[in-house]
């Protein structure tokens, strides 16, 4: 069984498709930790609910963004987590992070990567981007996270129409219906040892080649 540390910042919806693709049986793994960058966020309610440790790690509070990190890093440990998964978690991960669990961190963005992405680029703003600049598709990208911002190796990527009568609201909530469907395929993925990593390419591949 897979264990996965999630790291939120916000509603946590990610989070919950991940806990009820668990509990259907479609994704072999567990949470076994939900840490947050903010306090009284919603997907603290959600780990609350279902008896997963939550605990609450808030960056201002560390004089440096190392000593944070290595909050991070030790809460994780501590569940001996597999997998990191970043389900709307607001920060920018450093390299120092990004070592201590390489090739061992997804994050999910609202829009297709490279386009609307990078610091700044974050939940609603992306979909203001992407409606500012009249793109007809949008969509979703699970991605391994390197030591940049955004620019890690793709998992997967699906597309979502921008409407004409959207809003940023309309589109968000579009994309969040495939974000829902994709995290959890990725995870699924990565769970079978499907996912072979060669420079920046992601390869899928089948049950029989593994
Ligand atoms: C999601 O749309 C996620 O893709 C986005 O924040 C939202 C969090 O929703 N993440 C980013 O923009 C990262 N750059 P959730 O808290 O309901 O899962």
């Known amino acids: 069984m897979l264990r996965l540390g999630v790291l939120v910042s916000g509603s946590g919806s990610n989070l919950q498709s991940i806990l009820d693709n668990i509990k259907s049986g479609y994704l072999p793994a567990e949470v076994v930790v939900v840490i947050s960058s903010k306090a009284g966020v919603y997907a603290l309610e959600r780990a609350k609910k279902h008896n997963i440790p939550a605990t609450v790690v808030i960056p201002k509070k560390y004089k440096t963004r190392e000593e944070y990190e290595d909050e ?52 609603e703003k992306v979909h203001r981007a992407v409606m500012d600049y009249g793109v007809k598709v949008t969509g979703v990208t699970v991605h391994f996270v390197d030591e940049g911002a955004d620019t890690g190796p793709i998992i997967l990527q699906r597309t979502v129409p921008v409407m004409d009568d959207d809003t940023p609201e309309t589109l968000a909530a579009r994309v969040l219906e495939e974000e829902h469907r994709i995290y959890p395929d990725a995870i699924k993925l990565y769970a079978e040892g499907r996912l072979q990593i060669s420079g920046r390419t992601v390869k899928i591949i089948s049950k029989e080649e593994i």
Do not use: W
């Open 72 to 123: 991070l890093i030790k809460t994780l440990n501590s569940y001996n987590v597999d997998l990191v998964i970043l389900a709307g978690y607001i920060r920018v991960l450093s390299p120092y992070f990004v070592r201590a669990f390489q090739g061992k961190i997804m994050n999910i963005h609202p829009a297709l990567i490279p386009s609307f992405c990078g610091e700044g680029y974050y939940g």
